[in-house]
Protein backbone atom coordinates (compact mmCIF):
# COMPACT_ATOMS: atom_id res chain seq x y z
CA UNK A 1 0.00 0.00 0.00
CA UNK A 2 1.39 3.76 -0.78
CA UNK A 3 0.53 6.26 1.51
CA UNK A 4 -0.23 10.13 0.68
CA UNK A 5 -0.12 12.73 3.80
CA UNK A 6 -1.71 16.25 3.26
CA UNK A 7 -3.34 18.88 4.52
CA UNK A 8 -0.51 20.48 6.75
CA UNK A 9 0.00 24.17 6.66
CA UNK A 10 0.61 27.23 8.93
CA UNK A 11 -1.70 27.92 11.59
CA UNK A 12 -1.87 30.17 14.79
CA UNK A 13 -2.68 29.01 18.12
CA UNK A 14 -6.08 27.71 18.80
CA UNK A 15 -6.55 26.81 15.05
CA UNK A 16 -7.80 23.51 13.33
CA UNK A 17 -6.30 21.35 10.48
CA UNK A 18 -7.39 18.34 9.31
CA UNK A 19 -4.60 15.84 7.94
CA UNK A 20 -5.86 13.31 5.41
CA UNK A 21 -4.19 10.05 4.42
CA UNK A 22 -5.05 8.91 1.40
CA UNK A 23 -4.08 5.17 0.55
CA UNK A 24 -3.66 3.54 -3.45
CA UNK A 25 -2.48 0.36 -4.33
CA UNK A 26 -4.86 -1.32 -1.41
CA UNK A 27 -7.83 -0.94 0.64
CA UNK A 28 -7.08 0.27 4.08
CA UNK A 29 -9.71 -1.92 5.29
CA UNK A 30 -7.07 -4.39 6.30
CA UNK A 31 -4.81 -1.95 7.89
CA UNK A 32 -4.21 0.08 10.99
CA UNK A 33 -3.23 3.71 10.54
CA UNK A 34 -1.45 5.71 12.79
CA UNK A 35 -0.44 9.40 12.70
CA UNK A 36 3.54 10.37 13.94
CA UNK A 37 4.98 13.33 14.02
CA UNK A 38 8.61 14.71 14.31
CA UNK A 39 9.41 17.98 15.52
CA UNK A 40 13.39 18.87 14.38
CA UNK A 41 15.61 17.62 16.67
CA UNK A 42 13.08 15.40 18.27
CA UNK A 43 12.23 11.75 17.90
CA UNK A 44 8.99 10.58 16.10
CA UNK A 45 6.10 10.79 18.21
CA UNK A 46 3.10 8.88 18.56
CA UNK A 47 -0.16 11.13 17.71
CA UNK A 48 -2.83 8.82 17.10
CA UNK A 49 -4.06 5.33 15.59
CA UNK A 50 -7.46 3.49 14.87
CA UNK A 51 -7.29 -0.26 14.58
CA UNK A 52 -8.11 -2.10 10.96
CA UNK A 53 -11.79 -2.28 11.62
CA UNK A 54 -12.05 1.14 12.79
CA UNK A 55 -13.65 0.42 16.29
CA UNK A 56 -11.03 1.33 18.03
CA UNK A 57 -8.96 4.61 19.03
CA UNK A 58 -5.47 5.87 20.28
CA UNK A 59 -4.12 9.37 21.57
CA UNK A 60 -1.59 10.13 24.03
CA UNK A 61 -2.48 12.54 26.93
CA UNK A 62 -0.77 15.32 25.03
CA UNK A 63 -3.35 14.96 22.36
CA UNK A 64 -6.06 13.27 23.59
CA UNK A 65 -9.63 15.63 23.38
CA UNK A 66 -8.64 17.76 20.34
CA UNK A 67 -7.44 15.23 18.33
CA UNK A 68 -9.59 12.60 16.31
CA UNK A 69 -8.70 10.03 13.91
CA UNK A 70 -11.50 8.60 11.60
CA UNK A 71 -11.48 6.30 8.23
CA UNK A 72 -13.58 6.88 5.25
CA UNK A 73 -13.95 3.61 3.84
CA UNK A 74 -15.21 5.02 0.25
CA UNK A 75 -12.73 7.44 -0.23
CA UNK A 76 -9.52 4.78 1.42
CA UNK A 77 -8.15 7.83 3.64
CA UNK A 78 -7.50 8.41 7.03
CA UNK A 79 -8.57 12.20 8.89
CA UNK A 80 -6.58 13.52 11.55
CA UNK A 81 -8.99 16.06 12.74
CA UNK A 82 -6.72 18.20 15.13
CA UNK A 83 -8.42 21.28 17.23
CA UNK A 84 -7.17 23.75 19.60
CA UNK A 85 -3.60 23.68 17.97
CA UNK A 86 -0.37 24.75 20.40
CA UNK A 87 2.83 25.59 19.63
CA UNK A 88 4.11 22.37 20.81
CA UNK A 89 1.95 20.33 18.23
CA UNK A 90 4.32 21.86 15.46
CA UNK A 91 6.32 19.01 13.11
CA UNK A 92 6.20 16.79 9.99
CA UNK A 93 3.43 15.02 10.24
CA UNK A 94 3.20 11.03 9.03
CA UNK A 95 0.82 8.33 8.26
CA UNK A 96 1.78 4.96 8.79
CA UNK A 97 0.18 1.67 8.01
CA UNK A 98 0.46 -2.07 9.23
CA UNK A 99 -1.69 -4.97 8.11
CA UNK A 100 -4.37 -6.67 10.00
CA UNK A 101 -3.11 -5.89 13.11
CA UNK A 102 -4.52 -3.61 15.87
CA UNK A 103 -3.07 -0.09 16.48
CA UNK A 104 -0.01 0.46 17.50
CA UNK A 105 2.21 3.24 19.15
CA UNK A 106 5.59 2.52 18.37
CA UNK A 107 6.91 3.31 14.69
CA UNK A 108 9.17 0.58 14.31
CA UNK A 109 5.73 -1.74 13.95
CA UNK A 110 4.10 -0.10 11.02
CA UNK A 111 6.18 -1.35 7.55
CA UNK A 112 4.27 1.20 5.45
CA UNK A 113 4.88 5.64 5.68
CA UNK A 114 3.70 7.80 3.68
CA UNK A 115 6.02 11.12 3.18
CA UNK A 116 4.78 13.32 5.85
CA UNK A 117 3.38 17.16 5.76
CA UNK A 118 4.48 20.17 7.59
CA UNK A 119 2.26 21.67 10.50
CA UNK A 120 3.30 25.16 11.86
CA UNK A 121 1.48 26.63 14.51
CA UNK A 122 2.42 30.07 15.68
CA UNK A 123 2.26 31.49 18.40
Known amino acids: VQLQASGGGLVQTGGSLRLSCQASGRTLNHFAVGWFRQAPGKEREFVAA????????YYPDSVKSRFTISGDSPKNTVYLQMNSLKPEDTGVYYC?????????????????WGQGTQVTVSS
Open 50 to 57: ISYDGFST
Open 96 to 112: AARHLGGARTEPHEYAY
